[in-house]
């Protein structure tokens, strides 16, 4: 291929500097569609984190939801039982360690314990081999929505009206009527009543994963882990106490450790795995895989649990994600909430002061 | 002092290349999984990670390729100032194809996450866990990624306005064309014979 050693004649000079020019700016444009610019509508991390912060208010340092809660630290005793099914380091026989935080759903990090009926476990267990498994559990059987955007149209419909300060009404009705799949949530939280005690709660990690065992071959399973205490105490709960979960935690942790069994129910074929509203039949197995032992609770705010994002996708090998879309957004926003929290621990310009309406909660 | 120094030597070549498309691609892998909550974010993100180590594995053999081969000298009719800001813009995407993946891996061990490259494969953390060291060091992936894409921007501007206004052999150097071509009697290669390129100097 011959081509000329001198520079080019003025007339084509203008046609290679406009070539030059849509090239780079096709460029922008490419990386400006990736990233959702010509997109507004897109679903993104950042707009589910930010309508936490509209509907609760912005407390720095804290996380975007699951707001109150109390560090814990412990281990699982692994029995061998779930061997069978998952290759993970941690179901081996013997003793993981564990670090995990009690919670409230819901943005406040001062709201009452009995303002939801709701509470939380998280779970870090970090195995042997260094590699980890989080898990993050509601004390509920099934989640009100299967999709993130169903899930931002909620957190949208509970947005407080700044004339109320409650939600509006007739928003969370067409909310409801708009998403059929809320039902099974719905009939749950009827009967639900906030417990007197973390001590006591079944937590459900309501999404589904995969289990790989040492073959290679996929388990959908669920889990859930459900307390050896069942006696709450009555008076925990007295009237006018906003704290009593964290007290009553303390407490019992000073007399003995507090167990709760590790049950991972197996799906059997046409059980749904990308539906958090749904609950598989009740009759399908369920393996006693071992003994979580809670030994120690420390505030948040001080505590080993603090700096840790429970993102349910960090898995060891053995356990993958399903396909349930609610894993990766989960993970996504997440990583939002936990970048946000510790920009504000490092005091970085630019980061998010304490709102009014936060300024008003935390009085 | 290198017998052909009119173009890059084919590893050099081959090694800029692949590196172009990948690095490229974890910027749109990177921009894409932060502004998805769809399964595309676990995917890229799975994708990302051991992409960016071999990046930084490429980067460091890059360097030693380029040790081993100087690079040719630019045209020796370049305005001095056009030919130090090709200098300080090769530095500066040296720097950054190694800065992003080590900043990456040192954010993942700073937020007290294991540094999972797939399923089973871990790397050691290689800063002691901080949520202040997270912070700072995430916030500077992200803008460290905006001035890698802007100096590439300028540097793909740049390697056309060699190509196709100036035609001086700068952009054949690396596509490989001039390798063909050397032995026409160009005087424009004869100006690059005569550059003066050191073995550490950036062309
Ligand atoms: C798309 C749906 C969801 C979104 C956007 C979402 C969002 C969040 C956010 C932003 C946090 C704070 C994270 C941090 O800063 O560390 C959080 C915490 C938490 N979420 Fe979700 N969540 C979703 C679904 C779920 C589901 C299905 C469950 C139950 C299985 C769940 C259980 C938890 C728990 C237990 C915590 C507290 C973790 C801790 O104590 O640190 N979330 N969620
Ligand atoms: C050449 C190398 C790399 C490039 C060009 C690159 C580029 C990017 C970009 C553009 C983003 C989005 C930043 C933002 O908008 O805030 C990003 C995020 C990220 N990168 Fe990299 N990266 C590289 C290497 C790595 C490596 C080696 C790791 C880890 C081992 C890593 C881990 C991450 C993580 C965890 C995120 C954030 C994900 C989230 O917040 O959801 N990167 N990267
Ligand atoms: C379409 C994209 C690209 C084109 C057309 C291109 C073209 C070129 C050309 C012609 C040179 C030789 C300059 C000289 O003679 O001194 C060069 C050098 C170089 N390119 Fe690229 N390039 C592209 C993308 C990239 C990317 C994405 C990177 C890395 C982020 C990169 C990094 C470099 C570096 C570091 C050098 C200096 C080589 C050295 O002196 O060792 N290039 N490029």
């Known amino acids: ?363 | 002092m290198n017998t052909n120094t009119t173009t890059f030597a084919l590893p050099a070549r081959v090694l800029h290349w692949l590196m172009a498309v990948l690095i490229v691609a974890m910027l749109f892998i990177g921009v894409g999984m932060v502004s998805s909550v769809s399964e595309r974010h676990a995917w890229l993100l799975a994708i990302h990670k051991p992409l960016g180590i071999a990046i930084l594995v490429l980067a460091v053999v890059r360097l030693a390729v380029r040790w081993r081969n100087p690079p040719p000298p630019l045209p020796a009719d370049l305005p001095a100032l056009q030919k130090l800001a090709a200098h300080a813009s090769h530095w500066l995407l040296y720097a950054l194809m190694l800065a992003m993946p080590l900043i990456g891996w040192a954010m993942l061990s700073a937020g007290g996450y294991p540094v999972m490259l797939g399923d089973s494969l871990r790397l050691p953390a290689i800063f002691p866990a901080s949520p202040v060291a997270f912070a700072v060091l995430r916030h500077l992936h992200g803008w460290l990624a905006a001035l890698l894409y802007l100096t590439f921007l300028a540097h793909m501007g740049a390697a056309l306005y060699h190509g196709l206004i100036r035609r001086d052999g700068v952009l054949s150097s690396m596509d490989g064309r001039r390798a063909a071509t050397a032995i026409l009697p160009e005087t424009v290669d004869a100006a690059r014979e005569t550059g003066d390129a050191e073995p550490g100097d950036p062309a």
């Open chain 1, 1 to 363: 291929m011959q081509k000329p050693a001198v520079p080019q004649p003025h007339s084509s000079r203008a046609a290679s500097w406009v070539l030059i020019a849509a090239v780079l700016a096709l460029a922008v444009a490419a990386i400006g569609c990736v990233g959702g610019w010509l997109a507004p509508h897109r679903l993104t991390p950042q707009k589910l984190v930010d309508q936490f912060q509209r509907n609760a208010g912005t407390f720095p340092g804290y996380r975007r939801n699951h707001a109150k809660g109390v560090c814990v630290e412990g281990y699982f005793d692994s029995n061998g039982n779930a061997q069978a099914y998952s290759a993970a380091q941690v179901f081996a026989p013997g003793r993981t360690p564990v670090v995990g935080r009690f919670a409230l759903p819901g943005s406040n990090p001062y709201a009452p314990d009995s303002s939801v009926p709701i509470r939380s476990l998280a779970l870090r267990f970090t195995q042997a081999n260094g590699q980890q498994w989080r898990t993050g559990m509601n004390s509920m059987t099934v989640f009100p929505v299967a999709t993130p955007q169903a899930f931002f149209a909620q957190l949208q419909a509970q947005q407080p009206d700044p004339a109320t300060g409650k939600p509006d009404p007739a928003k969370l009705a067409a909310f409801f009527a708009a998403h059929p799949e809320t039902a099974a949530f719905r009939a749950w939280a009827k009967t639900a009543k906030p417990s007197a005690s973390y001590a006591t709660e079944r937590y459900d990690g309501l999404n589904a994963f995969f289990f790989v065992d040492a073959h290679g071959q996929r388990h959908a399973v669920r889990w859930h882990v459900v307390p050896e205490a069942t006696k709450a105490d009555s008076d925990a709960a007295r009237a006018g106490d906003t704290d009593y979960l964290a007290a009553d935690l303390a407490r019992r942790l000073q007399q003995a450790p507090l167990r709760w069994h590790l049950l991972v129910t197996l799906a059997e074929a046409g059980d749904p795995t990308n539906d958090a509203t749904k609950t598989w039949p009740d009759d399908r197995r369920s393996i006693d895989a071992g003994t979580l032992v809670i030994e120690s609770t420390t505030p948040q705010d001080s505590g080993p649990c603090r700096d840790v994002n429970y993102d349910p996708l960090v898995l060891p090998d053995g356990i993958e994600a399903s396909d349930d879309p609610l894993l990766p957004a989960r993970s996504a926003a997440y990583a939002d909430s936990y970048l946000r929290r510790t920009s504000e621990e490092a005091h970085l310009p630019g980061t998010a002061a304490m709102d009014a309406k936060a300024r008003g909660e935390a009085r």
